[in-house]
């Protein structure tokens, strides 16, 4: 029987409001699809379509959207990219 692995999810990627629009996004993002090959999955606002956007340039897809995700009540597109999705 073979195991599957799971995916790695990105938990959270902020930039200080300071340091937006330099590239930092890209360069986090970057690093942590290099750590391995294995599936990367994360979830994002459906309203932030900067964070959508750089999520798609990725090679994201939009598996879901999850509603009442956020403590505010806001709804949160469930992202995946598996590793054959790489750029």
Not at 18 to 41: A, E, I, P, Q, W
Request: glycine residues 4%; hydrophobic residues 35%; proline residues 1%.
């Amino acid at each position: 029987v073979q195991t599957c692995a799971l995916p790695i999810y990105l938990y959270t990627l902020l930039i200080n409001s300071k340091h937006r629009g330099k590239g930092y996004s890209k360069l986090l993002l970057k690093h942590f699809l290099d750590v391995n090959d294995r599936d990367k999955t994360l979830h994002t606002n459906t309203e932030n379509i900067a964070a959508i956007n750089l999520y798609s340039s990725f090679g994201f897809c939009i598996l879901q959207r999850e509603l009442n995700f956020y403590e505010d009540g806001s709804d949160a597109f469930f992202m995946k990219r598996t590793h054959e999705n790489t750029i």
